[in-house]
């Protein structure tokens, strides 16, 4: 199928809005490219503020922004890039009330979080109001993406994926302390920006039902099959 990636056929980006759960390495990355390629509303959702750990693969922000709410740099930076965004900069942590609110007037969902409630909260809240979500993941040498279109019957949402939420709390705990290989999150955000650029304008095949992996220390990409759970709590019959 041959897309035309034309300024005229972009255009059709700049009036959709797009919801960015987490202004870590995966949400400088996948914002950035959004941009680029035409995205122009953007809800950014972080209550984190820029710590000088964050400099090597956060690369919005810089030394001067140390202390500062994440989504705010975000927002100037990008708007200093580009003066005809439109960006709200939300400094709250993400909660139900927050997503009930902004929902119902998103496009697409970009999951750049780093923890598993916010994970499971997100996708139960996209079901519901039936928004597509795409979520990515970095830890170590190991990145992961997958798109949940809840509207389409046989896609199945990220409880499908990991339907025991209690082994996935402890799961969070070594993340935390495990780290993330540098440019490994801008790589996973790239194709989150992607994968949400081709939702928006309905072209190409998106990573649903599919489960993408990059395992950078042995160099291998792999797509898994990733079946909806006819039982799952979130999403099933
Ligand atoms: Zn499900």
């Not at 953007?42 to 400099?55: A, G, K, P």
């Not at 939702?199 to 993408?212: F, N, R, T, W, Y």
Request: a neutral charge; one cysteine or more; hydrophobic letters at 40%.
């Amino acid at each position: 199928m041959r897309v035309d990636l034309s300024e005229k056929n972009l255009q059709s980006l700049s009036t959709q809005r797009v919801l960015v759960i987490g202004m870590g390495g995966l949400g400088c990355a996948a914002v950035w490219d959004m941009v680029r390629l035409g995205v122009k509303q953007l809800v950014l959702v972080d209550f984190d503020r820029v710590e000088r750990s964050n400099l090597s693969r956060q690369w919005l922000y810089q030394e001067q922004h140390l202390g500062q709410y994440k989504v705010l740099v975000a927002q100037e930076q990008l708007q200093q890039h580009q003066t005809d965004l439109h960006i709200v900069a939300l400094t709250e942590r993400m909660n139900g009330d927050l997503l009930d609110r902004w929902l119902p007037r998103i496009d697409v969902v970009l999951d750049c979080s780093d923890n598993f409630p916010t994970r499971f909260m997100l996708n139960r809240a996209c079901v519901r109001w039936q928004k597509p979500l795409v979520s990515g993941a970095a830890i170590q040498f190991n990145g992961q993406v997958a798109c949940f279109l809840p509207y389409l019957p046989e896609s199945p949402c990220y409880h499908c994926l990991y339907p025991d939420e209690a082994f996935t709390q402890t799961e969070t705990e070594t993340c935390t302390v495990s780290g993330v290989l540098t440019p490994l999150p801008s790589v996973i955000g790239s194709i989150q920006a992607i994968e949400t650029v081709k939702i928006l304008l309905k072209i190409g095949q998106p990573l649903s039902a599919k489960l993408l992996l990059f395992d950078a220390l042995n160099s291998r990409w792999k797509t898994l099959r990733l079946p909806k759970d006819p039982a799952c709590v979130v999403c099933g019959g």
